[in-house]
């Protein structure tokens, strides 16, 4: 049993979804390769199809590369697995998503990369475990974010994009956590919705990104009532 795709080498693998094309991988359990699609070279995807990814090992990740970069430039990608969702591992590597529709359902973190990670568009939801110590995005040298919208949610860790992004973030670190199920909705000072989306895991940490973000206050509804969470946007 090994890797569903498994690029051992030192080559570039490019992945490309056809137009309309609907792509199941699952690996097939305990492997030395501990992820549904790992690269040890350049892992790039593309394309307008979708691709579920299914990790199904103990400690399996979705999508893996060893000391090397990822980048994702389109299609819909759903991942779902037993750690990391995205991870760039061993000495890290640079994490890009410059588009696509992204869906991550973990029980690590939801994006994670021993070096860096840039969000520059594309609609993503990421989710860490709820069982504490995973974050939906988690790196060891900062992470932007320029476009897009982001909902990331985590545990009990919470790492804020750097300053230098150029959209605008805000940042929740909650009291009580929020239960899966749940409707949650962004709103700012003057009651105006910026998001909506349904908990589809419980969560204490929470990091929203979009273009309707200015600088002010923005608050947390739960099912359509205010909460006492308020973050600045930054």
Same mark, same amino acid.
């Given at each position: 049993?090994t890797a569903?795709?498994?690029?051992v080498?030192t080559?570039?693998l490019?992945?490309?979804?056809?137009?309309?094309s609907?792509?199941i991988?699952s690996?097939?359990?305990?492997?030395?390769?501990?992820?549904?699609?790992?690269?040890?070279?350049?892992?790039?995807?593309?394309?307008n199809?979708?691709?579920?990814?299914?990790?199904n090992?103990?400690e399996?990740?979705?999508?893996?590369?060893?000391?090397n970069d990822?980048? %994702? !430039? /389109?299609g819909t990608i759903?991942?779902?697995?037993?750690?990391? =969702?995205?991870? #760039? @591992?061993g *000495?890290?590597?640079?994490?890009?998503?410059n588009?696509g529709?992204?869906?991550?359902k973990?029980?690590?973190d939801g994006?994670?990369s021993?070096?860096?990670?840039? %969000? !520059? /568009?594309?609609?993503?939801?990421?989710?860490?475990?709820?069982? =504490?110590g995973? #974050? @939906?995005? *988690?790196t060891d040298?900062?992470?932007?974010?320029?476009g897009?919208?982001?909902?990331?949610?985590g545990?009990d860790m919470?790492?804020?994009?750097?300053?230098?992004?150029?959209?605008?973030s805000?940042?929740?670190?909650?009291?009580?956590?929020?239960?899966?199920?749940?409707k949650v909705?962004?709103?700012?000072?003057?009651?105006?919705?910026?998001?909506?989306?349904e908990?589809?895991?419980?969560?204490?940490?929470?990091?929203?990104?979009?273009?309707?973000?200015e600088?002010?206050?923005?608050y947390?509804?739960?099912e359509g009532?205010?909460?006492?969470?308020?973050?600045?946007?930054?």
């Amino acid at each position: 049993m090994t890797a569903a795709i498994a690029n051992v080498g030192t080559s570039n693998l490019v992945i490309k979804l056809a137009d309309h094309s609907n792509n199941i991988l699952s690996d097939g359990g305990a492997s030395e390769y501990d992820a549904c699609i790992y690269s040890n070279g350049k892992l790039t995807i593309e394309g307008n199809g979708t691709l579920n990814v299914y990790g199904n090992q103990e400690e399996g990740e979705g999508i893996a590369t060893e000391t090397n970069d990822i980048t %994702i !430039n /389109g299609g819909t990608i759903n991942i779902e697995c037993q750690d990391d =969702g995205i991870n #760039a @591992g061993g *000495d890290g590597g640079l994490i890009t998503i410059n588009d696509g529709e992204i869906y991550i359902k973990a029980n690590g973190d939801g994006i994670d990369s021993n070096k860096n990670l840039i %969000i !520059n /568009g594309g609609n993503i939801y990421t989710m860490g475990s709820s069982a =504490g110590g995973d #974050a @939906g995005i *988690d790196t060891d040298a900062g992470f932007e974010i320029n476009g897009g919208e982001v909902i990331a949610l985590g545990a009990d860790m919470l790492e804020k994009p750097e300053k230098s992004s150029k959209q605008k973030s805000v940042c929740f670190e909650l009291n009580v956590k929020i239960s899966s199920g749940t409707k949650v909705t962004l709103k700012n000072e003057a009651e105006e919705e910026i998001v909506s989306f349904e908990a589809k895991e419980d969560f204490k940490t929470l990091i929203i990104s979009n273009s309707k973000l200015e600088s002010g206050t923005y608050y947390l509804y739960q099912e359509g009532e205010k909460t006492n969470d308020t973050a600045q946007a930054e």
